[in-house]
């Protein structure tokens, strides 16, 4: 099987770096502008789909981002911690966001390998329901590039808000969105909102000290953000 090529000083890929070259800015906001806009991001789907190329997405940048523009913008972010660490869920509520927290449990699969569940869909389906109820916001930004995920639920929110939907926008990164969330045929989505390379930063990783490692410094479904 042919390999593809690696910068051995950073672990590059080819691929990544022509992904980069390609990489625009984000999508103006121009859809958001002046309006009550509820933003709710699956950390685990956009992290994973930046942190795959060595980036991260600066949360604090988009925050603001999304806040210069809408009149009013309510930020609800959803992520899994580790071992009772609190940091990264302090973190982000400093920048403005509510955290809605899934505390991941160790799991065996069948043949004894220890994992994580720390999946945080479930959770998020949930929220998005109970907000979808609210008559309070006029565009819903699902922040995934997850059909089974924000796709399904953005048909939901159209079957429960039949007469009075809010506009509902998608959120995600180029190259990790599925064909089944474009807004061209997809006539649940209004819109699709892009990240763009002046949101993305270097990842910084920091090696695990416990057991349970997979050889470089990250454990087995552990955050991406370790």
């Not at 090529?5 to 625009?24: E, F, M, Q, Y």
């Not at 103006?28 to 709710?40: E, H, P, S, T």
């Not at 220890?114 to 907000?131: C, E, I, Q, T």
Request: hydrophobic letters at 35%; proline letters at 2%; glycine letters at 8%.
């Amino acid at each position: 099987m042919r390999r593809e090529k690696r910068n051995h000083r950073n672990g590059t890929r080819l691929s990544d770096i022509l992904w980069l070259a390609k990489l625009g800015k984000t999508t103006q906001l121009k859809g958001i502008r002046n309006r009550k806009v509820l933003v709710l991001i699956d950390e685990q789907n956009l992290s994973i789909a930046v942190n795959k190329r060595n980036l991260m997405l600066q949360y604090d940048l988009l925050a603001e981002r999304i806040k210069s523009a809408a009149s009013l913008a309510k930020l609800h972010i959803f992520i899994a911690t580790y071992k009772n660490d609190e940091s990264r869920k302090k973190q982000l509520a400093r920048m403005g966001y509510v955290v809605h927290v899934k505390k991941a449990r160790k799991k065996y699969s069948s043949n004894g390998r220890r994992d994580w569940d720390s999946n945080v869909d479930n959770l998020y389906a949930f929220w998005v329901g109970l907000y979808a109820r609210k008559n309070k916001y006029d565009v819903m930004i699902l922040a995934s590039g997850d059909y089974g995920l924000a796709g399904e639920l953005s048909r939901a929110i159209c079957t429960i808000r039949q007469h009075n939907s809010p506009a509902i926008m998608s959120l995600s990164l180029p190259g990790s969105t599925s064909e089944g969330l474009k807004a061209h045929w997809n006539r649940y989505i209004k819109a699709n909102l892009y990240i763009g390379l002046d949101l993305l930063g270097p990842l910084h990783r920091r090696p695990h000290r416990s057991n349970g490692g997979n050889g470089n410094g990250r454990r087995h479904g552990t955050n991406p953000f370790c």
